[in-house]
T-cell receptor
Framework: GENVEQHPSTLSVQEGDSAVIKCTYS??????FPWYKQELGKGPQLIID?????GEKKDQRIAVTLNKTAKHFSLHITETQPEDSAVYFC?????????????FGKGTHLIIQP | AAGVIQSPRHLIKEKRETATLKCYPI?????VYWYQQGPGQDPQFLIS???????DKGSIPDRFSAQQFSDYHSELNMSSLELGDSALYFC???????????FGEGSRLTVL
């Protein structure tokens, strides 16, 4: 099955700086890579996703890059703000069709220092 | 916009009791997923349903069962509860066209 590794487990950055979270996956059949933000006591919120036919996707301060050859993808947050503080999860899903479940990374606790 | 609705939000049970969690997907979503998240852990996939049929199975214990009904809502039934079952249980839904998963706010189960 799929295995997703996520680094770092904790990331502390100054407000206004950029944050980068990296993930690797094992199953070359995976073709969908979402990123979720989870605040304490709440459900994971989809913030951006990328499919394997695209190398980069950007949405305002958030961008995701995908390297299919190396099987890794990254989340980039620029101009960080206090409300960006949360746990971020990367995930991967294979193209098997049906309703395949996502495999999540272990999460990154992002702390924005004022 | 309508989101995934889960009930109850909080549930306290004793060991060996039974619990049922409910999930109402986003309208027109035909696929439902169940995840379990322990404290400080990532969500673990349990089971999914597409068009009322079980589609994929993850690390769901034999003591747990689930189904999706004709109105697409889903229920997760947990029997012979153990202390280790204490966790947040999330439901997510998607449509086969979009495939993005949208999560509910979760049901927190505490087993005493």
């Amino acid at each position: 099955g799929e295995n997703v590794e996520q680094h770092p487990s904790t990331l502390s950055v100054q407000e206004g700086d950029s944050a980068v979270i990296k993930c690797t996956y094992s199953d070359s059949a995976s073709n969908y890579f979402p990123w979720y933000k989870q605040e304490l006591g709440k459900g994971p919120q989809l913030i951006i996703d990328i499919r394997s036919n695209v190398g980069e996707k950007k949405d305002q301060r958030i961008a995701v890059t995908l390297n299919k050859t190396a099987k890794h993808f990254s989340l980039h947050i620029t101009e960080t703000q206090p409300e960006d503080s949360a746990v971020y999860f990367c995930a991967a899903r294979a193209s098997g069709g049906g309703a395949d479940g996502l495999t999540f990374g272990k999460g990154t606790h992002l702390i924005i220092q004022p | 916009a309508a989101g995934v609705i889960q009930s109850p939000r909080h549930l306290i049970k004793e060991k060996r009791e039974t619990a049922t969690l409910k999930c109402y997907p986003i309208p027109r979503h035909d696929t439902v997923y169940w995840y379990q998240q322990g404290p400080g852990q990532d969500p673990q996939f349990l089971i999914s349903f597409y068009e009322k049929m079980q589609s994929d199975k993850g690390s769901i214990p034999d003591r747990f069962s689930a189904q999706q009904f004709s109105d697409y809502h889903s229920e997760l039934n947990m029997s012979s509860l153990e202390l280790g079952d204490s966790a947040l249980y999330f439901c997510a839904s998607s449509s086969q066209q979009g495939r993005e998963l949208f999560f509910g706010e979760g049901s927190r189960l505490t087993v005493l």
